[in-house]
């Protein structure tokens, strides 16, 4: 049995679609014998050039333990998979279980949006919060009762400057 490693382009519109798509390809592999290495799933990409009128693509990386039946087998199911754009098989010397540079690359690139996204999200409940110098940071619905006190007083003067009672 020889390592080798795959790389899907797969139709962004069928992206839902791929787990299973995936899942069949691993038990075609293990029903044979061979072995699932690593399965990365990259994520939607901008691609290079457009193939077949798309410019984005699902992105997936795999790296297995085959025979060279099974690989035949695996690589006519991507012919006539039409969610499958492109693929790419490359034969390895040895298996590859750490996670790849795209991978690690596209998570940081995540990662990276999800922290700023938080830090606009914090600026923003920062920005709606009411700051007095003098108290310090406060919610307005913490603030209310005291308005609320303030203006119950403010009826009763004015009611007992009306002579109402």
Known sequence: MRHYEV?????PDQSDQLSDMLKRY????TK????????????????????????????????????????SEI????????????????RMTKAETSPSKLFLLHNKDAEQKRNKDAEQKRNKD???????????DKDKTADQPDKMKLV????????KDLGVK
């Open 26 to 29: 691993q038990d075609l592999v």
């Open 75 to 90: 690589e006519s199911s991507f012919e006539f998979n039409d969610s499958i754009m492109r693929h790419l098989v490359v």
């Open 152 to 159: 119950e007083a403010t009826d009763q003067d004015t009611s």
């Open 32 to 71: 044979n014998g061979g072995n699932i290495h690593r399965v990365e799933d990259i994520g939607r990409l901008q691609l290079a050039y457009t193939i077949k009128d798309m410019h984005k693509a699902h992105y997936v990386l795999m790296n297995l333990e085959c025979d060279g039946k099974t690989l």
């Open 126 to 136: 920062a920005e709606q919060k009411q700051i007095d110098p003098e108290i310090g």
């Open 7 to 11: 790389v899907l382009l797969v139709h």
